[in-house]
T-cell receptor
Framework: KAGVTQTPRYLIKTRGQQVTLSCSPI?????VSWYQQTPGQGLQFLFE???????NKGNFPGRFSGRQFSNSRSEMNVSTLELGDSALYLC?????????????FGPGTRLTVL | AQTVTQSQPEMSVQEAETVTLSCTYD???????LFWYKQPPSRQMILVIR??????QNATENRFSVNFQKAAKSFSLKISDSQLGDTAMYFC????????????FGKGTLLTVNP
């Protein structure tokens, strides 16, 4: 069974631009979560989607948004990029996102904002 | 709000020895899970072990075991017979029934296994 895939793996953008990251979950998984990983703040929760519905959102500004498609693939978008948005963005998929469901992480997208 | 604290930013151990990574957490909830995740350099994060709060018996997965002290809100990871491949960042994480599908992570412990 293929694992969680994320595209692209690396991105370089300049301040003010916008970016879209993609996450394809493991086949059969309907929950996708996004996390931002930085050396200073560690891993922070961005949002979680299940069956195309956002069920939870972390404490990030409105510039961070996401969506999920009917095939469970998910995208996140960051508009008006700031230097502080440079990070590794991880997505994780699970069957339904519940306590007993193991979360499987993708390799991440490394975003650099210049 | 739940918090997870890992007080050891870095640790090192000699190959074949045993090492223990510390984690404390804070929550007012009763239904929750605790996890240890491993993130090797430039590789994907994987689940090492997990513990359900209602289970008194400590979880074990091969060379990895936990010491779950519920009253003290402590959840340490013991790695026995350390191997070079255990070199990684280790994250303690928490999820509860009330956290709405969100994992809360500690800042991580960088473990280096030396030959």
């Amino acid at each position: 069974k293929a694992g969680v895939t994320q595209t692209p793996r690396y991105l370089i953008k300049t301040r003010g631009q916008q970016v879209t990251l993609s996450c394809s979950p493991i086949s059969g998984h309907r929950s996708v979560s996004w996390y931002q990983q930085t050396p200073g703040q560690g891993l922070q929760f961005l949002f979680e989607y299940f069956s195309e519905t956002q069920r939870n959102k972390g404490n990030f500004p409105g510039r961070f948004s996401g969506r999920q498609f009917s095939n469970s693939r998910s995208e996140m978008n960051v508009s008006t990029l700031e230097l502080g948005d440079s990070a590794l963005y991880l997505c994780a998929s699970s069957f339904a996102g519940g306590l007993t469901d193991e979360q499987f992480f993708g390799p991440g997208t490394r975003l650099t904002v210049l | 709000a739940q918090t997870v604290t890992q007080s050891q930013p870095e640790m090192s151990v000699q190959e074949a020895e045993t090492v223990t990574l510390s984690c404390t957490y804070d929550t007012s909830e009763s239904n929750y899970y605790l996890f240890w995740y491993k993130q090797p350099p430039s590789r994907q994060m994987i689940l090492v072990i997990r513990q359900e709060a209602y289970k008194q018996q400590n979880a074990t997965e091969n060379r990895f075991s936990v010491n779950f002290q519920k009253a003290a809100k402590s959840f340490s990871l013991k790695i026995s017979d350390s191997q070079l491949g255990d070199t990684a960042m280790y994250f303690c994480a928490f999820m509860s029934g009330g956290s709405n599908y969100k994992l809360t992570f500690g800042k991580g412990t960088l473990l280096t296994v030396n030959p």
